[in-house]
DNA sequence: CGGATTTGACCCGCGC
DNA sequence: GCGCGGGTCAAATCCG
C-alpha cells in the first residue's frame, strides 16, 4: 500500500487494483450490503496518507484498501468502479464487495472509457485534487515523485492513445478486407449473371445472328454479349471499338488438353470452346482477352492447324454461347492494338516479381541480345486465363527484372493482384487509345495551362520500334539517366509515376490522348527523333531492357504530361499500389531505398529522387500492323 | 501422385 | 526458299 503520496493517489498493479490514498466519504458502510455501489467523495480533511473511507455520520474513518476492477464502465462523466474483496480478517480494513461510483466533477471526464482504466477514474486522483494542503504536507522527495508519477502517467496517456490508435487502424483493416472480399464477391456474382443473361438472351437471339451482328458492330450490345472483365489490359477500351474476332485464348492449348493430358484446365471455359466450335473467324465479342488470344493465333497461324479438334460438346454447358460472327474489316493496326503490351521494370533479385497471380511457366527461350534466358507465364488463377507474362533480365543490368504483362485476366482478382493488374491495365489502354481525337484539343489545352507544374521525375518513352505497342512502367531508379543507353529511335518524356486505375471510368481515360498527344507533339520539336524504322530484329526484350539514351522532350511537354496524368488521382494509386505490390516483393528492397513516400493527396506520387522512378516507356509500333 | 517445371521441337512471320 | 527469331507446345522430368 502506498502511503507517501502527498495528493490523490494510486498504486496501481497489472490488473487494475489500486490503493487510493486520500480520504474517502462512502454514502454507506460497507457492511451495508443493501447498496450495490457505493458513492465515494473525496475529502482532503485528513493529514494522514492513508486513504480513508468514512460513511456518512461516521466519525471514524477507517483505512480501506481495496483493489478495484478497473475495466469499469464510463458512462458520460460517471466512473463505475466493481471493487473486489480483498481482506476480511483486518477488522481495520473495510471489504467492499461491490461497486463504487465515482462522481467526477471535470476535467478528463471525456477521455475515453478504455482511457479511463488506466489513467482516469474519474476521480481526478491525479492533478486536480491535489490542493495546497495536500503539497503541504508533502515532502520535496515526495512533490518530485509526484512528478515523475505525473509524468508516466502522461506516457501512459500517449500510450494509451497509441493503443487506441492502434486498435482503429486494425479495426479500418479489417474494415477494408472486408470490402475488398464483398467487392470481389459481388464481382463473381455479377459475372454469373451477366453470363446466364447472356446465355439467355444468346438463346432468344439465336435467330437472329446477322441482325445481333450488325448491332455489334454498332456496339449496342456490347455490354450484353461481352462477359465482364474485370482487369482488362488494355484490350476493353469499348466494348463497341472492340469487335474483333475472338476465339478462345486458351482453345489452343487447353481444347488440346484433352489429347495432351497436360493440361486439363479447360473445364469451365465454355466460352472459348464454344466459339472454337464456330470457328475462329466467327467469334465476337466474348471477351477482349479472348480476343487478343485470338488474334495471337490468328498471328502465328496455329489456330487453324492445332485446333482442329475442339470438343464435340461445345454447347454442351450452361454457360455456352453462340459465337457470332466477327466483322469483316478489322484492320491490322487494330490487330496490333491487341498486342498491346505492359512491361514493368524492377529491381528485384528474386526471379519474378509478386503481382499477386499464380502463375505457371510454359516456356523458355533464349532471346537475341540478351544473354538472360526470357521465361514465359501463364496465368493459372482461373481455368482460361489468357494473361501472359514474359520475364526476363535486363542485359545491361542483371538486377533489373523486366516483366511484360499481355492479355486481360478473365477473372476476379484478390486485391494483391489488383495492383498491378490495373496498373497494367491503364498502362495498355493509355498507349492503345492513342489515336487522335476530338479530346486532343481539350487535353492539350489543360496541359498547357498546366506546364508550370514541377517536372516529374518519371520517364515515358515512346518508341516506334516495336512489333507490338508496348508501354513500360520503368520503377528502377538510376542516379544517372544516361546510365544506360537508350534506343535513338525512343521519344522520352519525363513523366509522373502513375497509372490511371480505371480509363474507363475516371478522368484517365483521356489518357490514351495523352501519350498519343505526346506523339503528335514530338514532331513537332526539333531535335526530337522519332524514328520509323521498323527494326524487327530489335525486339521487345531489347526494347524493354534498353530505355536510355533517348532523346529528351522540352520540359514544357513534359510537365504538361505529368500534370495531366498527376490530375487523376487513380492514376497514382493504381502505380503507388503495384509499386508497393512490387516492393513487397522479395528482392525489391532496393526501392524501399528510393520510394520513400507515396503521397496521393493530391493526384502526384512522391519519390525521394528527382531522377527516377516510375519511367514509363511506351514503344509503338506505327509501321506493322501485323506481327 | 498430381502439379509445376524443363526443354527440345515445332510453327509462324519476316527479311533477305 | 531459306534462315532467323519469337512464341508455344508437350513429353519428360522434378518436386512436394
Redesign the pocket.
Known amino acids: 500500500m502506498y502511503r507517501g503520496g502527498g495528493g490523490l493517489s494510486m498504486d496501481s498493479d497489472p490488473i487494475g487494483s489500486f490503493f487510493l490514498h486520500k480520504p474517502i466519504v462512502l454514502n454507506s458502510f460497507p457492511e451495508d450490503t443493501n447498496h450495490s455501489k457505493w458513492k465515494l467523495n473525496c475529502s482532503n480533511n485528513n493529514n494522514n496518507n492513508d486513504m480513508d473511507i468514512t460513511t456518512k455520520g461516521s466519525s471514524s474513518p477507517r483505512t480501506i484498501p481495496f483493489q478495484v476492477n478497473l475495466s469499469c464502465s464510463s458512462d458520460n462523466n460517471r466512473t463505475e468502479m466493481n471493487f473486489f474483496s480483498h481482506n476480511k480478517d483486518d477488522d481495520n480494513k473495510v471489504v467492499p464487495s461491490a461497486s463504487a461510483s465515482f462522481l467526477p466533477d471535470n476535467h478528463h471526464s471525456t477521455t475515453p472509457p478504455t482511457l479511463d482504466f488506466k489513467l482516469n477514474t474519474g476521480l481526478n486522483l491525479l492533478l486536480t485534487t491535489n490542493t495546497s494542503s495536500d503539497q503541504s504536507m508533502v515532502d520535496d522527495d515526495i512533490s518530485a515523485n509526484s512528478e515523475d508519477r505525473r509524468t508516466k502517467n502522461e506516457l501512459a496517456v500517449l500510450q494509451a492513445e497509441l493503443e487506441r490508435m492502434k486498435v482503429e487502424n486494425h479495426r479500418l483493416k479489417d474494415m477494408l478486407d472486408q470490402a475488398n472480399t464483398d467487392y470481389n464477391a459481388l464481382q463473381l456474382h455479377l459475372a454469373n449473371m451477366m453470363q446466364e443473361q447472356k446465355g439467355e438472351e444468346a438463346e432468344e437471339q439465336e435467330g437472329f445472328d446477322g441482325k445481333l451482328e450488325d448491332n455489334i458492330k454498332q456496339g449496342e450490345h456490347g455490354d450484353v454479349l461481352v462477359p465482364r472483365q474485370f482487369m482488362d489490359l488494355g484490350l476493353a477500351i469499348n466494348n463497341a471499338d472492340t469487335d474483333e474476332p475472338s476465339s478462345s485464348s486458351v482453345g489452343?492449348?487447353q481444347d488440346?488438353s484433352g489429347?495432351?493430358?497436360?493440361?486439363?484446365n479447360n473445364n469451365n471455359n465454355n466460352v472459348e470452346v464454344a466459339s472454337e466450335e464456330l470457328g475462329s473467324s466467327k467469334n465476337e465479342n466474348v471477351s477482349d482477352d479472348v480476343a487478343v488470344y485470338d488474334q495471337?493465333k490468328k498471328?502465328?497461324?496455329?489456330g487453324?492447324?492445332?485446333e482442329d479438334s475442339p470438343s464435340g460438346n461445345a454447347f454442351a454447358g450452361d454457360n455456352k454461347i453462340p459465337r457470332l460472327s466477327p466483322p469483316r474489316n478489322v484492320d491490322q493496326a487494330e490487330a496490333t492494338m491487341r498486342k498491346a503490351r505492359v512491361s514493368v521494370r524492377a529491381r528485384s533479385e528474386a526471379p519474378m516479381i509478386s503481382d499477386g497471380c499464380q502463375?505457371?511457366?510454359?516456356?523458355?527461350?533464349m532471346?537475341?541480345?540478351n544473354p538472360c534466358p526470357?521465361?514465359?507465364y501463364r496465368c493459372?488463377m482461373a481455368a482460361g486465363c489468357p494473361v501472359?507474362k514474359?520475364v526476363q533480365r535486363c542485359a545491361e543490368d542483371r538486377t533489373v527484372l523486366i516483366t511484360t504483362y499481355e492479355g486481360n485476366h478473365s477473372h476476379p482478382l484478390p486485391p494483391a493482384a489488383m495492383a498491378m493488374a490495373q496498373t497494367t491495365s491503364s498502362a495498355a489502354r493509355m498507349l492503345l487509345s492513342g489515336s487522335m481525337s476530338s479530346a486532343d484539343s481539350i487535353m492539350n489545352a489543360n496541359f498547357l495551362t498546366r506546364t508550370l507544374l514541377p517536372c516529374s521525375s518519371s520517364m515515358a518513352t515512346i518508341s516506334a520500334s516495336a512489333p507490338f505497342p508496348t508501354v513500360t512502367l520503368d520503377l528502377t531508379q538510376s542516379p544517372n539517366p544516361l546510365q544506360f543507353p537508350r534506343p535513338q529511335n525512343q521519344l522520352q518524356i519525363p513523366f509522373p509515376a502513375g497509372v490511371p486505375q480505371n480509363f474507363a471510368n475516371s478522368p484517365a481515360s483521356l489518357m490514351p490522348q495523352i501519350f498519343g498527344q505526346a506523339l503528335y507533339n514530338q514532331s513537332k520539336f526539333s531535335g526530337l527523333q522519332m524514328s520509323s524504322s521498323?527494326d524487327?530484329?530489335n525486339?521487345?526484350?531489347q526494347q524493354l531492357g534498353n530505355h536510355t539514351q533517348q532523346p529528351q522532350v522540352p520540359p514544357h511537354l513534359a510537365d504538361t504530361v505529368s500534370a495531366a496524368i498527376a490530375a487523376d488521382p487513380n492514376f497514382t494509386a493504381a502505380l503507388a499500389a503495384a509499386i508497393t505490390s512490387i516492393i513487397g516483393s522479395g528482392g525489391a528492397q532496393q526501392h524501399n531505398n528510393n520510394i520513400n513516400s507515396i503521397n496521393n493527396n493530391n493526384g502526384n506520387i512522391t519519390t525521394s529522387n528527382n531522377n527516377g522512378n516510375g519511367n514509363i516507356t511506351s514503344t509503338n509500333n506505327n509501321s506493322?500492323g501485323?506481327?
Open positions: 489452343r492449348s488440346r489429347s495432351s493430358g497436360n493440361n486439363n495471337e498471328e502465328h497461324g496455329r487453324n492447324e492445332r502463375w505457371r511457366k510454359y516456356g523458355q527461350k532471346a537475341k541480345g526470357r521465361a514465359y493459372t501472359r514474359q521498323h524487327h530484329a525486339t521487345s526484350s506493322n501485323k506481327q
